[in-house]
């Protein structure tokens, strides 16, 4: 639903960009009688300042962006091995029901492996991820 309000309000700032930018193309092609009653003053005024609402708008647009990616949760090293080792272990199951007996222990030793893998990838996550605050003496 964001997303539909974000690219609804985006569309109205091309609309407008586009019927400014229409506007000055008109005055710009009859320059003798826009120069009589301004309307290329005005016109030009109205480009300016729909140029900036659009510019603040996708400002705006790309903070939101920044702060939905900041605060997505990032897939680890662990969370992924752990993911490739339970689809090893259903691998696994699914051979060895087919009766493929080499092919399933083939898939449950890569399940282990990746077992181990993902706990000394989490061991290293958790060292990285610790901040040590220095004592206060």
């Known amino acids: 639903m ?4 974000e690219r609804t309000e985006l569309l109205q700032q091309i609309d407008k960009l586009l019927t400014a930018v229409d506007s000055m193309q008109t005055c710009l092609e009859a320059p003798e009688a826009t120069n009589a009653d301004g309307s290329f003053d005005i016109a030009r ?3 300016r300042i729909t140029a900036n609402e659009a510019a603040q ?3 705006r647009q790309r903070g939101a962006q920044e702060q939905r ?3 997505r ?8 091995l752990l993911a490739g080792a339970e689809a090893s272990e259903w691998q696994a199951n699914k051979l060895k029901t087919n ?6 222990r083939q898939a449950s030793e890569h399940a282990v492996t990746l077992r181990r893998m993902a706990s000394e990838a989490a061991v290293t996550e958790r ?3 610790m901040h040590l605050v220095p004592t206060i003496d």
């Not at 964001?2 to 309000?5: E, T, V």
Request: glycine share 6%.
């Open 2 to 5: 964001k997303n539909d309000q």
């Open 45 to 47: 005024t109205n480009l």
């Open 57 to 59: 708008v996708v400002e």
């Open 69 to 71: 990616e900041k605060s």
């Open 73 to 80: 949760p990032k897939v680890t090293l662990a969370t992924s």
């Open 99 to 104: 009766g493929d007996e080499a092919g399933a």
């Open 127 to 129: 060292r990285q991820s």
